[in-house]
């Protein structure tokens, strides 16, 4: 399975980008995505997810109301729209992928596929 992330970028705090992750290898309508990040020196951390159809979204309390995932099943794309951005938000993004949702699924060692991951930086 691959995972390929872009759409990251520098952008100033308050703005907006939208991230995107193409899946290949596997039926991609049968994967649970998750987008986690990691700034310097930081454990990877969960931003959120979206269960197979969509239907269910869950996210981290510090991007709750200003982050979005949201998936296309046909495009084999998961998207990540980042609102409000904040300085904080500096990191590096990744795609995630695994065939079910995990009772921890905020840990990103229960995801099976990564993308390589895309920068995100937020100027004050």
């Known amino acids: 399975v691959q995972l390929v992330e872009s759409g990251g970028g520098l952008v100033q705090a308050g703005g907006s980008l939208r991230l995107s992750c193409v899946v290949s290898?596997?039926?991609?309508?049968?994967?649970?995505m998750g987008w986690f990040r990691q700034a310097p020196g930081k454990e990877r951390e969960f931003v959120g997810l979206i269960n197979w159809s969509g239907a269910n979204t869950y996210y981290a309390d510090s991007v709750k109301g200003r982050f979005t995932i949201s998936r296309d099943n046909v495009k084999k794309t998961v998207y990540l729209q980042m609102n409000s951005l904040k300085p904080e938000d500096t990191a590096v993004y990744y795609c995630?992928?695994?065939?079910?949702?995990?009772?921890?699924?905020?840990?990103?060692?229960?995801?099976?596929?990564w993308g390589q991951g895309t920068q995100v930086t937020v100027s004050s």
């Open positions: 290898g596997r039926p991609f309508s049968n994967l649970v």
């Open positions: 995630a992928a695994d065939p079910s949702i995990r009772t921890r699924f905020s840990d990103p060692t229960e995801y099976d596929y």
